[in-house]
């Protein structure tokens, strides 16, 4: 029974979401009245990131990709009832909405996890993709860099995001830069191609 209700409680989400008004930054919907302490958190989480990781490799469907990010948001949400001060399921909420061209209310799901883990790797890098996809670069730049300076075991797809967004900044040297040490790790045939055009590129110039 209890995990009927678990159902119907994220089709009324994703029915709220679907319906969001097209003014940005405001979101109107009826209110679902619900025991959120009744719901295990972990159990939402599993299942957001579920069907976000369905959502990201389903690019060549864009109407499945979209209901999947909405039965991922809908988990996301939910479970941030359930805990209000996870910023990774707040981190999560944003990037979604920012799918969804959110850009406001995404950015508020961004700084809200940022503001209660400014210093942590994930969270900072899920900041720049945020601001990155929605061509934030200056604020992306920010939060990319920002993850560089934390320990994190391997930063391989960060330099490969801050590559690309100093590619878009026309900073051709830093880009070069942080390539190469992706490299230093994991050889990357196509990232190494993409270094010797660089270097063609500013032979040429």
Do not use: W
Request: hydrophobic share 35%; glycine share 4%.
């Amino acid at each position: 029974m209890k995990k009927y209700k678990l159902i119907l409680l994220i089709i009324c989400i994703i029915l709220n979401i679907n319906s969001i008004y097209a003014l940005e930054g405001s979101i109107q919907h009826t209110k679902v009245y619900i025991d959120y302490s009744l719901l295990n958190e972990q159990e939402l989480l599993n299942s957001g990131k579920y069907y976000k990781d369905l959502a990201e490799s389903t690019k060549d469907n864009a109407e499945m990709q979209r209901k999947y990010y909405s039965l991922a948001l809908g988990y996301y949400i939910t479970a941030s009832e359930v805990n209000y001060n996870n910023p990774y399921t707040l981190s999560s909420v944003g990037q979604i909405y920012g799918k969804y061209n959110q850009y406001t209310l995404g950015k508020s799901y961004i700084n809200r996890s940022l503001n209660l883990a400014p210093d942590d790797f994930l969270i900072n890098f899920n900041a720049g993709e945020f601001f990155y996809d929605n061509k934030d670069y200056f604020l992306a730049l920010k939060h990319f860099k920002k993850a560089e300076t934390i320990n994190y075991q391997d930063k391989s797809e960060l330099y490969i995001k801050l590559g690309k967004l100093y590619e878009k900044l026309g900073d051709l040297a830093n880009a070069k830069t942080v390539y190469q040490k992706v490299l230093e790790h994991n050889y990357n045939p196509d990232l190494d191609l993409k270094i010797r055009s660089i270097e063609d590129l500013n032979y040429n110039r």
